[in-house]
Nanobody, 115 residues
Framework: QVQLVESGGGSAQPGGSLTLSCAAS????????MGWYRQVPGRPRELVAA???????TYQDSVKGRFTISGDYTKKTVFLQMNTLAPEDTAVYYC?????????WGQGTQVTVSS
């Protein structure tokens, strides 16, 4: 059974920083991509950033230059460094991995940006 455990969410002031971490456990034969999504009530879940097993990264336009994704495919961990946070970054953030069999999701971690 594959499980994703997230940590690092919380509260920050505008302009502040937070780092999200996610560790995958269980049997994973092939891990193709890891990433972070976020969701606010009433809106669909959206991709924030992703990193493939070849090191290619993708970012949502609104976070480019502020957020940095990194990952260790050997350790099956992925991180999201979030700088210059803004109130519109407030959301529940979900860790996601794509394997040869399924997509897996973390339980979500709340990020709140307010003064």
């Amino acid at each position: 059974q594959v499980q994703l455990v997230e940590s690092g969410g919380g509260s920050a002031q505008p302009g502040g920083s937070l780092t999200l971490s996610c560790a995958a456990s269980g049997t994973i034969i092939s891990l193709y991509a890891m990433g972070w999504y976020r969701q606010v009530p009433g809106r669909p879940r959206e991709l924030v950033a992703a990193i493939t097993n070849s090191g290619s990264t993708t970012y949502q336009d609104s976070v480019k230059g502020r957020f940095t994704i990194s990952g260790d495919y050997t350790k099956k961990t992925v991180f999201l460094q979030m700088n210059t946070l803004a109130p519109e970054d407030t959301a529940v953030y979900y860790c996601h991995i794509r394997t040869d069999e399924y997509d897996y999701w973390g339980q979500g971690t709340q990020v709140t940006v307010s003064s």
